[in-house]
C-alpha cells in the first residue's frame, strides 16, 4: 500500500526520508551525519544507497542551474538539471543544498523525474520545461503529472539581492507574489515559484516535505549556511 506523506527512516545506520506515492515509487532524501568531514558531500551516494541496492542503476546529474532536461534508459552520469525515465529500476539522483528538489510521477505510465530548481534554474522555469519535454517524448499531458517538493531553504531564509528580484520581474508578470520585503533585504520563496510554475499547467502536488534546510543546521546541509561544504541527495526509483 502506497504512503501519502513522508517518514524518517534508519537503515544500516544512514537516515533518510522516504515518500511512496505510489505502490512502485519511491522517492529518498538524505540526511546528514555530523561525523563525516567529506568537503562535497557527507557520505557517497552509492555508500547511501547501499542498503536499497540501488547503486548499479544510478543516474546523477552533473548540474549547471540550466533547465536542460534528458529523457535517461540507463544508468551512468548526464549534463542536465532534469530527467526523467519509464525504466524500472533506475535510480534518478540530484544533489541540493537549499535549492528546491522536485520530484515528479505520472502515476499511470510510471514515468517518474526530477528537476533541481535554484533562483536560476527557476527565473528559467525549469519546471515547465520539464512538463514540455515530457509530453513532448511521452504524449503525457502535463495535467496527469504530480510533483513533491522536498527539503529546501524557506522564504524565511532565502535573502537575494535586488538584482535578483529585477531579473524575476522583467520575466515573470507575477513575480512580486514571491518576494518579501523586510529592513534586511528582500526575500524569494522559491517553493512557491515552483508550485505556481507546475500548478500553471494542471500538474498536481502530492505531499510535499515543507523543511528549511537553513533552519534545520543538524539535518541537512545548507549551503547559505555553511558556504558550499555538503550536499543533500534526492532519489527517485520505480520498483
Known amino acids: 500500500m502506497s504512503s501519502q506523506s513522508w517518514h524518517l527512516i534508519s537503515k544500516d545506520g544512514l537516515r533518510f ?111 515547465l520545461r520539464f512538463a514540455e519535454k515530457v509530453e513532448k517524448e511521452t504524449g503525457i499531458p502535463s495535467y496527469r503529472l504530480y510533483y513533491s517538493l522536498g527539503p529546501s531553504i524557506g522564504k524565511c531564509c532565502y535573502e537575494v539581492s535586488e538584482d535578483v528580484l529585477n531579473e524575476f520581474r522583467e520575466t515573470w508578470p507575477e513575480a512580486n507574489r514571491f518576494f518579501s520585503r523586510k529592513k534586511e533585504g528582500f526575500y524569494l520563496d522559491l517553493r512557491a515559484a515552483n508550485c505556481f510554475l507546475l500548478s500553471s499547467v494542471g500538474a498536481v502536488e502530492g505531499a510535499s516535505l515543507d523543511i528549511c534546510t537553513h533552519c534545520n543546521s543538524k539535518r541537512f546541509y545548507s549551503h547559505r549556511r555553511e558556504h558550499g561544504k555538503g550536499r543533500n541527495w534526492g532519489i527517485i526509483v520505480r520498483r
Open 17 to 127: 526520508y522516504v515518500l511512496n506515492p505510489t505502490q512502485d515509487i519511491e522517492i529518498l532524501f538524505t540526511t546528514r551525519r555530523f561525523r563525516d568531514e567529506g568537503l562535497d558531500h557527507n557520505l557517497d551516494l552509492k555508500e547511501q544507497l547501499a542498503p536499497f541496492e540501488l547503486g548499479a542503476s544510478l543516474v546523477t546529474m552533473n548540474q549547471t542551474h540550466s533547465d536542460r532536461v534528458i529523457r535517461v534508459d540507463r544508468p551512468g552520469e548526464i549534463e542536465a538539471d532534469g530527467c526523467f525515465t519509464s525504466e524500472f529500476r533506475l535510480a534518478l539522483s540530484l544533489r541540493v543544498a537549499d535549492c528546491v528538489p522536485i520530484f515528479i510521477w505520472d502515476k499511470d505510465s510510471g514515468v517518474v523525474g526530477l528537476a533541481h530548481a535554484g533562483w536560476r534554474g527557476t527565473l528559467a522555469k525549469i519546471a
